[in-house]
T-cell receptor, first 115, second 113 residues
Framework: GAVVSQHPSWVICKSGTSVKIECRSLDFQATTMFWYRQFPKKSLMLMATSNEGSKATYEQGVEKDKFLINHASLTLSTLTVTSAHPEDSSFYIC???????????FGPGTRLLVL | GDSVTQMEGPVTLSEEAFLTINCTYTATGYPSLFWYVQYPGEGLQLLLKATKADDKGSNKGFEATYRKETTSFHLEKGSVQVSDSAVYFCALSDLSGYQKVTFGTGTKLQVIP
């Protein structure tokens, strides 16, 4: 099946720094990518939807200036957590929608720990 | 808005037992329905899907049938294995251009030998 990768798989950073997470579709073109956040023992919360070449659409309650999303190509989207704080510690998962299919493929996730 | 409700876990079963995880949904229109599985420390994997009423999705011995009349998509497996221990998420996808996915809260399954 289709493969979506995320990098890094885990990151530890100091409070106040910015962290960039990459999401790549490896064997298909993804016009739409999604970013989710998963809290411990909870479901996934959609943060934003990004379309290649346009601004991301953020869900209610998600700060767009804090979680910067860039979808620069059909195979790459990035999420930057700016001025990270301990409450931003979470598991971030991206997904990519194959333009030819109706299925989203999920990345393996990135675990962020802000000290 | 769209929502997915699934039974709370954790569910603990002995190996070779029958599994049912209930899932019901509310949505406008006719969404696609999915079951995703998340193994410990890993991301989500698509387990099976159904795109229209009465469709049955199946994979690795798991099955789920899209029941429009009861708005349900229950997950079943006849004989579970220890390796099936994971968290299972029921989800639906709207048919808008963005195909946003709405997830249930997840059900943790633990299979003991």
């Amino acid at each position: 099946g289709a493969v979506v990768s995320q990098h890094p798989s885990w990151v530890i950073c100091k409070s106040g720094t910015s962290v960039k997470i990459e999401c790549r579709s490896l064997d298909f073109q993804a016009t739409t990518m999604f970013w989710y956040r998963q809290f411990p023992k909870k479901s996934l919360m959609l943060m934003a939807t990004s379309n290649e070449g346009s601004k991301a659409t953020y869900e209610q309650g998600v700060e767009k200036d804090k979680f910067l999303i860039n979808h620069a190509s059909l195979t790459l989207s990035t999420l930057t957590v700016t001025s990270a704080h301990p409450e931003d510690s979470s598991f971030y998962i991206c997904s990519a929608r194959d333009a030819m299919q109706e299925t989203q493929y999920f990345g393996p996730g990135t675990r962020l720990l802000v000290l | 808005g769209d929502s997915v409700t699934q039974m709370e876990g954790p569910v603990t079963l002995s190996e070779e037992a029958f599994l049912t995880i209930n899932c019901t949904y509310t949505a406008t229109g006719y969404p696609s329905l999915f079951w995703y599985v998340q193994y410990p420390g890993e991301g989500l994997q698509l387990l099976l899907k159904a795109t229209k009423a009465d469709d049955k999705g199946s994979n690795k011995g798991f099955e789920a049938t899209y029941r429009k009349e009861t708005t349900s998509f229950h997950l079943e497996k006849g004989s579970v294995q220890v390796s099936d221990s994971a968290v299972y998420f029921c989800a639906l996808s709207d048919l808008s251009g963005y195909q946003k996915v709405t997830f249930g809260t997840g059900t943790k399954l633990q299979v003991i030998p």
